[in-house]
């Protein structure tokens, strides 16, 4: 399962992504920092990097002293392809549908959204005035989670995310009302929380590489040099949450050029041998956006 790379420190309320300082002194770059750092203190070498967003907002960790310097996080987005972290921190491979349970639509619309979060969301929209207000949350909630006719649009992840904590439905809405002196009201708090503000980055992530596939061969990053068209597949599923029709996505991938037969043949598969594939770099220069088109869903 293609998910994130998280950890457990002390003192933190939940699991965090790999951070820390910056040293202006030592470090040149940031890209050179981030790599630099991530080996360190998880053993993993990076491969594609972007910078992702700069996150600042005023009360984003309740670890900052009063009157302390405010702390802007510059957050990454970096690929590398699995393997078994190390580091003093305890780091460890996290599904994020674990913190993100919405967001996956492998096996039809995910029962949290059809047994919570619909309910909470018609309500939360009724107890708006009456009129524009109203019918403004409606539209909202409906275009968020392909509720009364909308359909799923699944870069939408912060989106969505967001109009959660608004609504109270996750445990960090609870713990930052009540550090803010409001009314600390319980919700289901779903999915699993992170520390301070690490699971909006998160959804920030999750959202940008489900755009990038479109018009970038990122996936690629994540599989080894060889695979069978069935692991290119289920890590692009994995990827989007969504389950796709097996002969549309193959044909679709092997006539945008992306993959080239190897001429071998993978007998682990418990039936049939399958082809063996590789990406085909060349279509990085007869096309400027050689990304997975995505077939519709099944």
């Not at 309320?13 to 790999?18: A, F, I, N, S």
């Not at 909202?140 to 989106?159: H, K, S």
């Amino acid at each position: 399962m293609e998910g994130s790379l998280a950890s457990a420190r002390d003192g933190a309320e939940g699991d965090v992504l790999p951070y820390g300082p910056l040293d202006p002194e030592a470090d040149r770059t940031f890209e050179l920092t981030l790599r630099r750092w991530v080996r360190e203190r998880t053993g993993l070498d990076l491969g594609y990097v972007e910078q992702l967003y700069t996150f600042g907002d005023r009360d984003r960790s309740a670890q900052r002293p009063v009157g302390a310097p405010k702390v802007i996080s510059v957050a990454y987005l970096a690929l590398v392809r699995e393997d078994r972290p190390t580091g003093p921190d305890r780091p460890r491979w996290r599904d994020w549908y674990t913190f993100f349970p919405w967001e996956d639509w492998r096996q039809d619309q995910p029962e949290v959204i059809r047994r919570t979060i619909a309910p909470a969301l018609s309500t939360w929209a009724a107890q708006a005035p009456r009129g524009s207000p109203r019918e403004e949350r409606r539209e909202r909630a409906g275009i968020a989670f392909g509720l009364e006719g909308a359909g799923w649009d699944a870069d939408r992840v912060l989106d969505r995310y967001e109009l959660l904590y608004e609504v109270g439905l996750v445990r960090e809405a609870h713990r930052d009302r009540k550090r803010a002196g409001a009314d600390p009201t319980q919700g289901p708090g779903l999915g699993h929380a992170m520390d301070m503000d690490h699971r909006r980055i998160l959804a920030t992530g999750l959202g940008r590489i489900r755009g990038k596939l479109r018009y970038r061969p990122v996936v690629f990053e994540l599989l080894p040099g060889t695979f069978t068209l069935l692991r290119l597949q289920t890590v692009v599923e994995a990827l989007v949450g969504l389950r796709l029709h097996k002969q549309n996505f193959r044909r679709l991938v092997e006539s945008g050029g992306l993959v080239e037969g190897t001429g071998k043949l993978d007998s682990r598969t418990g039936g049939r041998p399958a082809e063996i594939f590789r990406f085909r770099r060349e279509v990085l220069r007869e096309r400027r956006a050689p990304g997975v088109v995505l077939p519709g869903s099944r």
